[in-house]
């Protein structure tokens, strides 16, 4: 599940921190402050725009999606947290979906408009994956578990490359693997030839698996269990198309026997029973969490990436047991590992490790590519963000001042990277030799709160056309940590760090900041950080909920405006580069730019329908963005960008 450990092992440490201090000091006691939230108008265009040629691959789209909405759990294969399209510059809280469920990854869009997402816990209904309309949060259809398939990792979407224009969901389970069409409908589904072992609630590592992704050279599905095993199934059938294969590292080292006190548990504990149920081994989910993140023993704790141009494959995990020094079994130090499927000399296929990285403290974050596989990005536990080659030689590294919480952001655009640690979000610049800090992130969100002493960041950041979409949290200061009490969504300007907007919202999420290809932000509800708080601080914030929460967007005018002026800046910077030595980041910019102008032809309608621009506007509009996608194309890209130039102004 991505790198959903690894976060919650940050989360649950600082909650033991913060723990710890509550028990020595007395902190129930508000000061009464007057509560006075900040107001948040309408932001103004950001000054934002792309310099010289993108980071590009050149593979084609036909199975992989575009990256204008999250089609895997870190958008792409690549694992970039990025997007191609604008999110809303203003928006407020809709709806909360399945509240029953505690969601650790997700959701996830396939292009009709369809949200997707698999729970992890639940109270009552046992489902395998649950779809829902995007916009209303009504229930499409649900998988329920069964002797098939109990539980499975967050899906996982692509095209469907016999049927132009469909996609297709696919889920592994420890031992299931099926496809699905968007109707819910059964495409293949296959055994993974494992055999679900006795219920061991101390080592849960072993029947957990990773969510797919795509290996194109071979067009197959590959994932990885938390164990380490290896497997690659074919795209169209669902069999195995080689041996199952094993990541050489030992077992983590378990926590230390680090514990929370027994008081908290037993405050913490029957919020989470009564929001989700216990855990099948019969644990709180609060316990079972602990259980598992201090009890050591895992070998993969976060997601994976492949590379779709070079099909190579990146991991993080442990490092084999003598690298420490110690042959006893398990290990003290992680490792990036470069893999690939390669002929078995046989006809066959096998997993070969091409290559490795070791790290002292472990790596900890998912590894995220360059849009062109020329960089691979991780952290290690020191707080280092370390930039890789393809063949996992450091290049550079930049010490950010404390350990990430998530993986690390990768923008297509200006070299730019987007590091998440517990208190801030930091953007990066990869300057080929070296990196560099440039700004520390705005977070004011909850300016004026009666009961929040401190702000900081809350999730993984996802970039987009017109800024950086974050999570805030904000609540009690104590030993330098934050008990959250509050959450909220924001907007940053990719230039300046700047919050260009923010919402409260309803839940805490150990997941992504997702943003959907309308502009909406969607949060998976997995409360663990507000649980601690709600257990403390039981009047000062609402009960705690699982399920999805959508941020609409609201000022769809504005909306428009973002998308047509990234549009804008992006030909404009397209137009000036050399069509023979930048024909990739030409031909890729093209192709933002048509998702760019859907996206505001949208959010045009719909805010002549809100009231906020004029029939006269919108025909205007209209007619300027028709002329120029005519001209999208490389020769013709000059007199487009001018076309949007025009449109871009009419907003001034």
């Not at 023993?297 to 003598?322: K, L, Q």
């Not at 953007?427 to 702000?455: C, K, M, P």
């Not at 996802?462 to 907007?491: C, D, E, P, S, W």
């Not at 804008?568 to 102008?597: C, F, H, M």
């Amino acid at each position: 599940m991505s790198a959903l450990k690894m976060k919650t092992r940050k989360v649950v440490t600082l909650l033991l921190i913060t723990i710890v201090g509550f028990a020595v000091f007395k902190i129930f006691f508000d000061e009464g402050r007057p509560h006075n939230p900040k107001v948040f108008g309408p932001p103004e265009k950001t000054q934002w725009k792309p310099v010289g040629a993108r980071a590009a691959g050149q593979h084609n789209y036909d199975i992989i999606p575009e990256p204008d909405k999250f089609n895997a759990i870190h958008v792409g294969v690549a694992n970039s947290d990025s997007v191609w399209g604008v999110a809303a510059p203003m928006f407020e809280l809709d709806w909360v979906a399945e509240p029953a469920y505690f969601i650790g990854n997700g959701p996830l869009f396939d292009n009709q408009g369809n949200l997707y997402f698999s729970p992890q816990f639940y109270h009552g209904e046992r489902v395998v994956l649950v779809s829902l309309d995007a916009k209303s949060g009504e229930r499409r259809w649900a998988l329920p578990a069964d002797n098939d398939i109990q539980a499975s990792s967050p899906a996982f979407i692509l095209n469907d490359p016999d049927n132009p224009g469909s996609q297709i969901i696919y889920i592994v389970g420890y031992n299931r693997v099926m496809a699905l069409r968007p109707d819910g409908s059964v495409i293949w589904s296959k055994a993974t030839g494992l055999s679900l072992p006795p219920s061991d609630p101390g080592n849960t590592a072993n029947t957990k698996f990773h969510s797919l992704n795509y290996h194109p050279a071979t067009d197959s599905l590959v994932s990885i269990t938390k164990a380490g095993a290896l497997f690659a199934f074919s795209r169209k059938t669902g069999e195995l198309i080689a041996p199952i294969g094993q990541i050489p590292g030992a077992p983590a080292i378990s926590g230390n026997g680090t514990n929370i006190p027994k008081f908290v548990l037993n405050k913490v504990d029957p919020l989470m029973d009564e929001a989700f149920g216990k855990t099948d081994e019969g644990l709180s989910l609060f316990s079972s969490a602990v259980n598992y993140i201090y009890g050591g023993g895992g070998i993969v704790t976060n997601f994976f990436s492949i590379d779709p141009d070079s099909s190579r494959i990146y991991m993080a995990a442990t490092a084999e047991d003598a690298a420490d020094g110690t042959e006893d079994g398990r290990s003290e130090l992680g490792a990036i590992y470069a893999l690939d499927l390669i002929d078995d000399g046989n006809s066959g296929l096998q997993f070969q490790v091409l290559n490795r990285k070791t790290f002292k403290g472990g790596t900890g974050s998912t590894p995220a590519l360059s849009a062109d596989g020329h960089r691979l990005y991780v952290s290690d536990n020191a707080g280092n963000v370390i930039a890789l080659d393809s063949a996992l030689n450091e290049v550079w590294r930049v010490d950010v001042g404390e350990p990430l919480v998530g993986s690390i952001t990768v923008s297509p655009d200006n070299n730019e990277l987007y590091a998440v640690t517990a208190s801030d979000v930091i953007q990066l610049i990869d300057h080929g030799d070296h990196g560099s800090r440039t700004w520390t992130a705005e977070l004011t969100g909850f300016d004026g709160y009666a009961n929040v002493d401190v702000q900081s960041n809350a999730l993984t950041a996802t970039v987009t056309a017109n800024g950086v979409v974050i999570m805030i949290g904000g609540g009690k200061k104590l030993l330098g940590r934050t008990l959250m009490l509050h959450m909220g969504m924001g907007l940053l300007d990719r230039q300046t760090g700047k919050l260009r907007y923010f919402a409260e919202g309803r839940e805490d999420s150990l997941a992504m900041s997702v943003v959907a290809p309308d502009g909406s932000l969607y949060v998976a509800h997995s409360p663990l950080r507000r649980a601690v708080g709600k257990a403390m601080y039981p009047d000062l914030t609402a009960d705690i909920t699982g399920g999805i929460a959508r941020f609409k967007p609201i000022r769809l005018d504005l909306l428009a405006r973002d998308a047509i002026c990234a549009a804008e800046a992006r030909g404009g910077n397209a137009s000036s580069l050399n069509q023979t030595t930048e024909s990739a980041a030409i031909n890729t910019d093209i192709r933002q730019i048509q998702v760019l102008l859907k996206q505001a032809g949208v959010a045009i309608t719909q805010a002549v329908s809100d009231g906020d621009m004029t029939s006269k506007d919108a025909d205007t509009l209209g007619n300027i963005l028709e002329q120029s996608v005519v001209n999208l194309t490389p020769t013709n890209l000059q007199h487009a960008a001018q076309d949007l130039t025009r449109a871009c102004a009419m907003f001034d």
